[in-house]
């Protein structure tokens, strides 16, 4: 037992370190490079008030734009991630994830409609609003999978129908009802844009993340249940209609405020949860975590590339994202099919 514990602190360990040093390039690597030492100098001054004589300029940079930034950044790639793992294990679909399901699109009409069209009468925030059509675009998923009652193949082909759907509602919105400048900024913020991030992001980004990564984590054994299908899960004393509603509505609270903060980015929560099965295995004690880590670094890298792949321009992360995540989840293809 002893020798277990220390083996988990070590991974532990080793995964908090892995992190850090993923967040403290992302504010280091820039268009303007600023030393590592900087960095670390910058946030022992404002977290502890170290009293490190810095430049002003560049502590503001790191403090209030890049680790911001970095910390958002690394919170949607966990997030995702984490979505894409609990929606392919619930749907025993290895293509299941939140923007293959519609779930993504469906959050950005939310988000959209409340900026634009003003829906809930100032009642409603950005994230609510997205949440709300996030659970909107899951239940039509839904519903259209189950009238066809083809098995899960039949969600994939509802959240395509879905997702086409809400994508159309959001481009009819942006069509009639935003000004010149508000398409403009919106269209590139549903590419996926970090430009905008500051911290009071990162006070709703983190304990989303956080409480979302724990809530799966609790769920993890159920999750492993489901892999078998939902009678094994049943026959194991888990409540299927409980855990589905909580792992749904987890995964669509987390996707919903993402999509609020830095819009619609695909391929994260599909080739993520792939990514780490090759590298821990299928129980999700182990997968969930890992995802997690996986994803919030490949993020953060990410988000570095679309800051200085183009000198001097700044490219929607999720470009970056279906560049790097379509050939990788062809690879990933690939080798499954040759070992079957």
């Known amino acids: 037992m002893n020798h277990a514990v220390t083996r988990m602190l070590a991974i532990g360990l080793m995964a908090l370190a892995v992190l850090v040093l993923a967040l403290w390039l992302g504010a280091a690597i820039g268009e303007t490079a600023i ?23 560049d502590e503001g940079i790191v403090w209030n734009y890049r680790l911001s930034r970095a910390v958002v950044a690394a919170c949607c790639g966990a997030a995702l991630a984490l979505s894409g793992a609990v929606l392919q294990s619930l ?7 939140p923007y293959v399901l519609g779930i993504s699109a469906g959050a950005s009409t939310g988000a959209v409609g409340v900026v634009i069209l003003g829906l809930g009468a100032g009642i409603l925030s950005l994230p609510a609003g997205a949440f709300l059509g996030a659970l909107t675009a899951f239940s039509f998923v839904a519903l259209l999978a189950m009238r066809s009652g083809r098995g899960t193949g039949a969600v994939i082909l509802a959240g395509v129908a879905g997702s086409q759907l809400f994508n159309a509602l959001t481009s009819f919105i942006v069509t009639k009802a935003a000004n010149a400048e508000q398409a403009r900024g919106i269209m590139f913020w549903l590419l996926g844009n970090l430009s905008g991030v500051r911290w009071p992001d990162v006070w709703l980004a983190l304990p989303v993340t956080a409480v979302g990564l724990l809530v799966c984590l609790w769920h993890a054994r159920a999750l492993d249940a489901f892999t078998f299908g939902t009678e094994s899960a049943a026959s194991l004393g888990i409540s299927v209609r409980r855990a589905y509603v909580v792992l749904v509505g987890v995964a669509a609270m987390m996707t919903a405020v993402m ?4 819009g619609s980015i695909g391929f994260v929560g599909l080739v993520i949860p792939h990514a780490a099965r090759m590298v821990v295995g299928v129980r999700h004690g ?31 992360i999720g470009v970056i994202t279906a560049l790097v995540g379509a050939p990788a989840f062809a690879l990933i293809l690939s080798q499954r099919k040759a070992t079957t």
């Open 35 to 57: 030393p590592m030492d900087v960095v670390a100098k910058t946030a022992a001054n404002r977290l502890w008030s170290a009293g490190y004589a810095l430049d002003r300029i």
């Open 91 to 97: 749907l025993r679909n290895v293509l299941a994830d």
């Open 259 to 262: 999509v609020s903060i830095v």
């Open 286 to 316: 182990r997968l969930l975590p890992a995802s997690a880590l996986i994803g919030a670094v490949f993020m953060i890298i990410a988000d570095i590339l679309s800051r200085t792949i183009i000198p001097g321009q700044v490219l929607p």
